[in-house]
């Protein structure tokens, strides 16, 4: 009997994290126009300084289990992710540590992964509508965004590839990962909004992200 072909993981967990994501999405939102109107600024202020702190709590999160990923191509990838934004957010005091949710093993940390991942990504759009922002670290995370961009057939491929060679239980706990991360980044979106002031110093643009490109990962991508 022919076993039916499974769906790719990346477009299983695009699918099924539509509803935390968007949620997480609606909070984040919501604190930029609450921030900007007590502020009196714009969401041009308030939404960079905003983003480079959440980014840079759940790139500290990630980062403590990266370590635990089976080393391969996926690894590989995520492993120059954390190099390109944490170094990024060093130049930034708006990123504090705050409590984080558990990871209890390799699948999880892959779902949080794409979750935390896909959420810079995003950054890429917004770098274009808050292009004159000058929040600290905003310039670095442009940078990482936008090279996360270029980067991302392959992180995608990476993660199907890991798909392709995990069980169904392992599919469904990276899943979970990935929940949890959209879950914990609405939280910190919470937290942090009372704690975050403006700060308005510009800095000079910089390249965090040529960690990224600087490592050739050979991989087969889609058009």
Partial sequence: MRTRPRDRLSSVLRQETKTAHAAAERVFVRA??????????????????????????LVAWLGTAVPRLVPGLF????ALFVAAAGAAHSRSTTSPRLPAPRLDD???IVGAAYAVCGSA???????????????????????????????WPAFRDALDRWGEA??????????????????????LVSLLSPILHPMLS???AAEPAAAMRSVHVPLTTEA
């Fill in 75 to 78: 690894a590989t990838e995520i």
């Fill in 166 to 187: 995990a069980d169904d239980a392992a599919r469904a706990a990276a899943l979970e990962g990935a929940l949890r991360a959209f879950d914990h980044a609405g939280a």
């Fill in 121 to 151: 990504l995003g950054g890429a759009a917004l770098a274009t509508l808050w292009r004159d922002a000058t929040a600290p670290g905003w310039a670095g995370f442009c940078a990482v965004s936008r090279t996360l961009e270029e980067r």
């Fill in 202 to 204: 510009p800095e000079p």
């Fill in 32 to 57: 930029v126009k609450e921030a900007a109107k007590e502020l009196g600024e714009d969401a041009a202020t308030a939404g960079p300084t905003l983003l480079v702190a959440l980014n840079g709590s």
């Fill in 106 to 108: 390799e699948a999880e």
